[in-house]
């Protein structure tokens, strides 16, 4: 039997199984790639050492068939009140589309993440955005705090409206460099999980993340007093998330063993 407050090392959809129907109020996750992603590589300046090994990779060919396999789990344990973010490149969005609209999903926004910069190309522009699907079992039951960041009449100095904008759905936040620290090679960052727990969560309600990575969804949601459980299939990504939740830690530092733990 699963524990809330936990956090597993095992493939998401077996552990999803394990879970009860209808049992979760918020899915937020960044599944892998399949873009023969390299972890170790320098593209943004990255000190390869501090970087953990690992990464898990998905073929291309079979990333609908994965796909529609762990969001099938994700959606038979969200509650109809529920909701799920998901993000994703652009390279294999289509994938995720298709397995929305397979499983039945309902699509509440399509938001875009655009950060400060991307990898530098010669023959293409540069990408510098993912994309995050909002989206629900029942849209009618979904639950949504709108003024859980900025009132109607918060203002910004120069009188715009922070609720307004902060609503709208293209995010520009910028990606967390942990210069000098232990990472894996992607996360998001807390400013988005904040987010994303503050309109569509409240406290104790119970947040899943099936592709944990470094743990940035249970280290926020338990910052922000939520339930949290999540899985990884990579022992040194969950080594490292399960030490920066028992510790406390948000960052942790690197030391000169590849495996700090």
């Not at 899915?27 to 390869?48: C, E, G, H």
Request: net charge positive.
């Amino acid at each position: 039997m699963l524990q809330l407050d936990q956090i597993y090392n095992q493939d998401c959809t077996e552990g999803m199984q394990l879970l009860d129907d209808s049992s979760v109020d918020l899915i937020v996750t960044d599944p892998p790639f399949a873009i023969d992603f390299k972890a170790k590589r320098s593209n943004y300046n990255r000190t390869s050492s501090r970087v953990l090994e690992g990464y898990k990779e998905i073929l291309r060919e079979d990333y609908y068939r994965f796909t529609v396999h762990w969001m099938g789990e994700a959606y038979r344990i969200l509650k109809n009140s529920g909701s799920m973010y998901v993000f994703s490149g652009w390279n294999n969005l289509k994938d995720i589309l298709n397995a929305i609209e397979k499983l039945g999903f309902i699509t509440v926004n399509h938001i875009i993440w655009k950060y400060q910069f991307g990898v530098v190309t010669r023959r293409r522009f540069v990408s510098s955005h993912y994309h995050c699907l909002f989206i629900c079992k029942d849209d009618k039951e979904r639950k949504f705090y709108p003024f859980a960041r900025f009132t109607k009449e918060d203002r910004d100095e120069n009188g715009r409206s922070l609720h307004y904008r902060d609503k709208e759905d293209v995010w520009i936040i910028k990606r967390e460099y942990w210069n000098g620290d232990q990472k894996t090679p992607t996360k998001l960052p807390a400013e988005i999980i904040r987010k994303i727990l503050a309109y569509s969560s409240m406290e104790n309600d119970i947040v899943c993340d099936p592709f944990l990575g470094s743990g940035q969804v249970a280290v926020l949601s338990k910052m922000m007093q939520r339930r949290y459980i999540g899985f990884e299939i990579n022992r040194e990504y969950y080594d490292f998330a399960k030490v920066r939740l028992d510790s406390g830690q948000y960052r942790l530092k690197a030391t000169k063993q590849i495996n700090i733990f």
